[in-house]
C-alpha cells in the first residue's frame, strides 16, 4: 500500500508563511487524487484543500482559501501546500490524504491512506 509522510511543521509567528510538504512511498497509486487535512485542539479533523490527480483542478476550505496553495509533483511523488498570512486558528496537525481515485474530494471518509500528522503552530 501507499505511505504517506509530512514535513515542514513548526512553530511560525502570525502573518508568517511556511510550506508542508507531504511524500508518497511504496505502491503509489498512478491516479490518486490528494489532500490535507487539519485537527486543532479539541477540534474534529476538518478538510483544508484538495486537489485531482493532474493537479488542474484544486479545492479549499473558506477558511484558508485566499491564503493557502496546495500543489503536487508526480514525478516525485510529492504534495504540497503553501501557508500564507498565517493566523493563530491555523493551530493544528496537518495530515497529507490520498485516495484511489483521480477525482479531488472534500470529504475525510473519501480517503483511503493517510499520514502521520505534522504540528504547525501560529503564535501571536
Known amino acids: 500500500q501507499v505511505q504517506l509522510v509530512e514535513s515542514g511543521g513548526g512553530l511560525v509567528q502570525a502573518g508568517g508563511s511556511l510550506r508542508l510538504s507531504c511524500a508518497a512511498s511504496?505502491?503509489?497509486?498512478?491516479?490518486?487524487?490528494m489532500g490535507w487535512f487539519r485537527q486543532g485542539p479539541g477540534k474534529e479533523r476538518e478538510f483544508v484543500a484538495s486537489l485531482t490527480w493532474s493537479g488542474a483542478t484544486t479545492y479549499y476550505a473558506d477558511s484558508v482559501k485566499g491564503r493557502f496553495t496546495i500543489s503536487r509533483d508526480n514525478a516525485k511523488n510529492m504534495m504540497y501546500l503553501q501557508m500564507n498570512s498565517l493566523k493563530p486558528e491555523d493551530t493544528a496537525v496537518y495530515f497529507c490524504?490520498?485516495?484511489?481515485?483521480?477525482?479531488?474530494?472534500?470529504?475525510?471518509?473519501?480517503?483511503?491512506?493517510w499520514g502521520q500528522g505534522t504540528q504547525l503552530t501560529v503564535s501571536s
Open positions: 511504496g505502491r503509489t497509486l498512478s491516479r490518486n487524487a
Open positions: 490524504a490520498a485516495r484511489g481515485r483521480s477525482v479531488a474530494s472534500t470529504t475525510r471518509e473519501d480517503y483511503d491512506y
